[in-house]
Nanobody, 125 residues
Framework: QVQLVESGGGSVQAGGSLRLSCAASGYTATIGCMAWFRQAPGKGLEWVSRINNAGGTTYYADSVKGRFTISLDNAKNTLYLQMNSLQPEDTTMYYC??????????????????WGQGTQVTVSS
């Protein structure tokens, strides 16, 4: 099993930036793909971005492409999400997730085995 702990959320004005972190522990050698999701109250879970642990291939949702950057520090077992040009519609809880397989088409809750507790991002206009 893998344990995931997010940090780095907070409040920022529109146009600002934040960097989220997700520290992984436990059986981290089994991780094949890591991802960021977000979910606003009363709304469904939205996949944001994912990265293959082996080759570093990255994928982004259209809503964040060009503004967010996902990266992985394997030495530190830490996943990052650099978020620039934040907008009020980016306000929500952000979660990291991990799975033991590659990232191909892995955009749904059920595609991932392990989840963090979430970190809140609030963007004011």
């Amino acid at each position: 099993q893998v344990q995931l702990v997010e940090s780095g959320g907070g409040s920022v004005q529109a146009g600002g930036s934040l960097r989220l972190s997700c520290a992984a522990s436990g059986y981290t050698a089994t991780i094949g793909c890591m991802a960021w999701f977000r979910q606003a109250p009363g709304k469904g879970l939205e996949w944001v971005s994912r990265i293959n642990n082996a080759g570093g291939t990255t994928y982004y949702a259209d809503s964040v492409k060009g503004r967010f950057t996902i990266s992985l520090d394997n030495a530190k077992n830490t996943l990052y999400l650099q978020m620039n040009s934040l907008q009020p519609e980016d306000t929500t809880m952000y979660y990291c997730a991990a799975r033991p397989f590659g990232c191909a088409r892995a955009t749904l809750r059920g595609d991932y085995n392990d989840w963090g507790q979430g970190t809140q991002v609030t963007v004011s206009s």
